[in-house]
């Protein structure tokens, strides 16, 4: 008889200890969450030359420049914001047209408004200037395209801190994809228009307009 108590006993306390370890599982498992469950599903990585549709492109441009109410550095966290919005591919297809049009620009005119505007422009300067530019809106950067002098309406430069937007899609395929954006279309690297000097008179020759606004005096 005390040996059927016995193994009764024993086989009770198995079971309470498989039943507590259950729990101290669950209660894991409820802390720091299970590996599988943990991990969040990527979308895969896709290469693409098509670019965004133009009217697309400039409102979410549009978007992310209202929701920051002028401030540069909140307009790239915004337009992060809409980018994952969209799927991966998309993101590819927006940085398609963000860097076809940043490689429209690659001109001696708009290297001599950078460099007047900040008192001196470096090539790293230019790139970051062009990607603000982009940033600034289809209307001020279509009538700069059309007219360099235009620039002088600019109400806000950004004390020449133009880094940071040109980056963004690149951040947020990351975040979608878990992988590095693929190389998507070739940005064009051949600048065009008439070198100017910057020692002596030329650039204040060359753009008077931008010259008396922004003048390196």
Known sequence: MKKLILFVLVISSFSCSSNNKKGEMGIFD??????EQ??????????????MDSDKFWEIIATSKSNSSGDYE???????????KLTAIEILEFDNKFRTLRGEVYNWDFWAAAYIINGGCSDDCFSDFRGWLIGQGKSTF???VKD???LTQLENTNDGDWEGLSYVPTDA???KTG?????????????????????????????PELWKTFGMN
Do not use: C, H
């Open 30 to 35: 409820k802390l720091f969450g299970k590996k």
């Open 38 to 51: 943990s991990s969040t599903p990527k979308e895969p990585v896709q290469n693409s030359e098509k670019l």
């Open 74 to 84: 909140k307009q790239q966290t915004e337009l992060e914001k809409e980018l994952l």
């Open 142 to 144: 279509e009538n700069a």
């Open 148 to 150: 360099i002098s235009t």
């Open 173 to 175: 395929y990351e975040k």
């Open 179 to 207: 992988n590095d954006m693929p190389q998507g279309i070739r940005e064009n690297i051949d600048i065009t228009g008439l070198e100017w000097d910057e020692e002596g008179d030329d650039l204040q020759n060359k753009y």
